[in-house]
């Protein structure tokens, strides 16, 4: 039995017969030639102030060479390593539980977490670093006991328990406490309330809610920002040097003030916090593609779009 076409059969047909005898279309990448002359530009002055930095006497490359890699500057290097993670192992855990008082309804505990935060955010980190390692001219002797009474467990000298590791430690977590407790609440604070109420009318607990339905869902929002506080923790280690801390600036300031090789030594500091924050980089970026799976569009590189590539690509596909 011949079916009789209808009108949107006929019209689709002739659409069709249309767009077959119209002619392709070329599709031209669109072109950036000031992107190439602002490259050339940035590349020639790099190029410059490389060559001056290379054949400048007064940089001494032996002596830079010599103590890249020595013994001293490896150990520093060690100590700097596990200052800025033990600092941010208690920076992250403290931050998070601040951050959680901070938005408690407890007055009480909102209260402490605003005092916490104003007090180590309101004050200089080398403050903090200073007042730590000079705690025995505050307290000579530390005691534990009962309050008020004369019982006492156990005592001690101040200097002996409260080492320049131990007070770096401290005055860097401390303060990163602070850094990261409102990281975390403006993480906390973008996720729907909907969320919430939706998990607790499951009966679910407002801990279980926190952990499996907030926290994941912030991640998105606090891993950039926390990600960026490694590397300035990183580098702020460098300030513990005020107090002897045994890290990569505090052995290497010990040797130059010893042979006045100043400039070679603070090259040496300069390429390996070069060097260790570019490595701390590479987890940052993996986490964020991690937590922003389905909000984070792909974009493409710095050389792809300095080259056009993606934009090529897209005419081929097209």
């Given at each position: ?59 001494n490359w032996p002596v ?157 929002v606090i891993i950039p ?58 987890p940052q970026a993996w ?32």
């Open positions: 039995m011949n079916e009789t076409p209808t009108r949107d059969d006929t019209s689709r047909s002739e659409q069709q017969a249309r767009s077959s005898a119209r002619p392709a279309l070329t599709v031209r990448p669109l072109r950036h030639p000031w992107r190439w002359v602002c490259a050339l530009v940035v590349l020639t002055v790099a190029a410059a102030m490389l060559s001056s930095l290379l054949r400048n006497p007064n940089v830079v060479r010599d103590y890249l890699f020595a013994p001293v500057t490896l150990d520093g290097v060690v100590v700097t390593l596990y200052l800025t993670a033990l600092a941010m192992v208690i920076g992250i855990v403290g931050g998070t539980a601040v951050a959680i008082m901070r938005l408690s309804t407890n007055p009480v505990l909102s209260g402490l977490a605003r005092a916490f935060i104003w007090f180590f955010r309101g004050t200089p980190v080398l403050v903090q670093i200073i007042f730590w390692g000079y705690l025995g001219a505050l307290y000579p002797t530390l005691q534990l006991g009962i309050p008020f009474t004369d019982v006492v467990f156990l005592e001690g000298r101040t200097s002996d328990i409260i080492t320049p590791f131990l007070a770096a430690t401290l005055a860097l977590g401390l303060n990163e406490v602070a850094y990261a407790a409102e990281i975390v609440r403006g993480g906390i604070s973008s996720v729907e309330r909907g969320q919430t109420e939706a998990a607790l009318s499951l009966a679910m607990t407002p801990a279980a809610t926190m952990r499996r339905v907030v926290l994941p869902q912030a991640m998105r920002p926390m990600g960026n506080e490694v590397i300035t923790m990183l580098k702020t280690t460098a300030l513990v040097s005020v107090i002897a801390g045994q890290d990569l600036m505090t052995n290497l300031q010990r040797i130059y003030s010893q042979n006045y090789q100043v400039i070679p030594l603070l090259v040496v500091a300069a390429l390996w916090y070069l060097a260790l924050t570019t490595l701390l980089s590479l986490l964020e593609r991690r937590f922003g799976r389905g909000h984070l569009a792909a974009s493409p590189s710095m050389w792809s779009r300095l080259l056009g590539l993606r934009a090529r690509r897209t005419a081929k596909e097209a």
